[in-house]
């Protein structure tokens, strides 16, 4: 019977506990909704004194939230990688990046790659071509990918933009591509030489200096 009273005693603290801390978050909770009114009923009527309209601000009852995607209020940068790229026109150019499955378990990703646009937003002469549209990592591995682009009639000194898309469902991940078209940018310059420096170098006088081996003598005496 004891044992009984004293299991019923507990179940009774144990409710009498949980309501007290219940009624203590929900306090909590609605207590900046409180002081803000209490803060608005003074501000009214010092603004009403003085003849003003009162500048009433409402209190915040739940947490700030934005339409972001997730984690909460913080978005995936618009690009997680960038490439640069300066070329000459009528160039071809193979533009190769990495995919790295940093996750615990195996990972699909989607590859696409937007238009590739100028300054103005009008479209490239040509579209640049990947060289797969997905790939399937496993964890830590890494694969590369090539961007091919023919530069066939780009304009000398423009710059064009386009974006790499990564996907594995719902989100897009971005690699932002940057071209310039520069005909003189780091070009490799050859001055051929006059080629007669190179035979007067070849004819001169040590190429025509040797010593004249000595001369074996014949025996003309005649044995018996």
């Known amino acids: 019977m004891q044992s009984s009273n004293s299991n019923l005693s507990g179940i009774q603290d144990m409710l009498g506990n949980t309501i007290k801390n219940v009624a203590s978050t929900s306090l909590a909770a609605y207590k900046p909704l409180l002081d803000g009114l209490v803060n608005n009923m003074s501000i009214l009527n010092k603004s009403l004194l003085k003849g003003q309209m009162p500048e009433i601000k409402l ?38 990046f990495m995919i790295k499955n940093n996750c615990s378990h195996a990972k699909t990703y989607r590859v696409g790659i937007r238009p590739l646009t100028d300054q103005d937003g009008k ?85 025509h200096y040797y010593c004249e081996p000595n001369k074996q003598r014949l025996d003309t005496t005649t044995h018996q």
């Open 59 to 96: 209190p915040k009852v739940f947490k700030e939230t934005c339409n972001c995607c997730p984690p909460e209020c913080e978005c995936p940068p618009h690009c997680i990688a960038a490439i640069n790229r300066t070329a000459a026109e009528t160039e071809r150019i193979v533009v190769p």
């Open 123 to 207: 479209p490239a002469p040509s579209q640049p071509t990947l060289s797969k549209q997905a790939v399937t990592l496993e964890p830590g591995k890494s694969e590369r990918v090539l961007m091919s682009l023919d530069l066939n009639n780009f304009n000398n000194g423009s710059t064009y933009t386009t974006e790499i898309v990564l996907r594995e469902k719902e989100f897009n991940q971005n690699i932002c591509f940057t071209l310039l078209i520069d005909n003189d940018h780091q070009l490799v310059s050859a001055e051929p030489k006059d080629e007669k420096k190179y035979k007067l170098h070849w004819q001169s006088w040590q190429s």
